[in-house]
């Protein structure tokens, strides 16, 4: 099942003001609307990067158990898989659940409509 991530592209000027009009209550986001926003192209493409979707594809299709299960599955190092995991995290792309002393990945969105605003 895909599960869809709305994702804006939004200069940080625009963006600033779009959240103080949301505040004053001037404007309401509307239903469909990203909720996940990036300032430019190229931060979004470091998140969603070649490597990173390819790794959200390892994770969907494996499943692993711990992130050294993963480091095993993907040859990337423990701790360079948890940055990039907590930053995907962060934007709602994984989910990083804690079971006793171990950290299982997640994913929670397979695919991604992106919205640019200019």
């Given at each position: 099942m895909n599960t869809v991530l709305n994702v804006g592209i939004m200069p940080r000027e625009q963006f600033q003001q779009r959240v103080l009009a949301i505040a004053a209550g001037r404007y309401a986001p509307q239903p469909g609307e990203p909720k996940i926003w990036f300032s430019s192209m190229k931060s979004l493409s470091e998140v969603l990067s070649d490597n990173n979707m390819r790794l959200l594809k390892m994770i969907e299709e494996n499943q692993p158990e711990t992130l050294k299960d993963l480091a095993t599955l993907s040859g990337r190092q423990t701790s360079n898989l948890s940055r990039t995991l907590k930053t995907m995290e962060r934007y709602g792309i994984v989910?990083?659940?804690?079971?006793?002393?171990?950290?299982?990945?997640?994913?929670?969105?397979?695919?991604?409509?992106?919205?640019?605003?200019?």
């Open positions: 989910e990083l659940c804690k079971q006793n002393r171990s950290v299982r990945p997640v994913v929670k969105a397979t695919a991604f409509n992106i919205q640019y605003a200019i």
